[in-house]
């Protein structure tokens, strides 16, 4: 069984996917903190903030991120 899914069962009396999101945070602050599941828990960390700051979401509204030649693209006639 998955570590995520036997504290979930241990802590809340039902699988990690069915949990609350105060109940997921709860469990993943815990992970974080136990030397076992912590370097697990720094790749799920590291590769979800890079998946998010990488979505187009984020570089058109947030970043305002403009695709060359985007904003400097002139037209010559």
Known sequence: ????????LKANNKPFVQCNAKQ???LLLQ???DTATKPFIGLVKNLTIRGYTNSEYYLVNIAKYN?????YWS???
Not at 1 to 8: D, V
Not at 67 to 71: M, R, V, W
């Open 75 to 77: 037209v010559v006639e």
């Open 24 to 26: 997921r945070s709860d």
């Open 67 to 71: 695709i060359a030649p985007g904003f």
């Open 31 to 33: 992970m974080s903190n």
């Open 1 to 8: 069984m998955l570590k995520t899914e036997e504290l979930a």
